[in-house]
Nanobody, 127 residues
Framework: QVQLVQSGGGLVQAGGSLRLSCAASGRAFSSYALGWLRQAPGKEREFVAAFSRSCGTTYYADSVKGRLTISRDNDKNTVYLQMNSLKPEDMAVYYC????????????????????WGQGTKVTVSS
């Protein structure tokens, strides 16, 4: 199993930047595929960005391409989401998520794909 603890987030003006962190505890962190998802008020949780287990493949939602970057530090058991050029429509609670994955480059983009979740971090973007 893996436990995920998030940090970062907060209030930022449109066009600004934030970095979210997600520290994992538990064994075999490198055996997990990781992702970030978000849920805006009144909306369903949606995919934002993800790594394959091998980290050879990343995938982004069209709405965040070129502005948000997922990264991973296996030595620190931490995954990051760097968010630049933030827009009011990026405002949401952001969740990191993980699932045990076999070797390979598959990226998981569905909420139901993930079995482990962080506690959520609120990101507020003022216009």
């Amino acid at each position: 199993q893996v436990q995920l603890v998030q940090s970062g987030g907060g209030l930022v003006q449109a066009g600004g930047s934030l970095r979210l962190s997600c520290a994992a505890s538990g064994r075999a962190f490198s055996s997990y595929a990781l992702g970030w998802l978000r849920q805006a008020p009144g909306k369903e949780r949606e995919f934002v960005a993800a790594f394959s287990r091998s980290c050879g493949t990343t995938y982004y939602a069209d709405s965040v391409k070129g502005r948000l970057t997922i990264s991973r530090d296996n030595d620190k058991n931490t995954v990051y989401l760097q968010m630049n050029s933030l827009k009011p429509e990026d405002m949401a609670v952001y969740y990191c998520a993980a699932r045990f994955a076999g070797a390979g480059s598959r990226v998981y983009t569905e909420v139901a794909d993930y079995g482990y979740w962080g506690q959520g971090t609120k990101v507020t973007v003022s216009s």
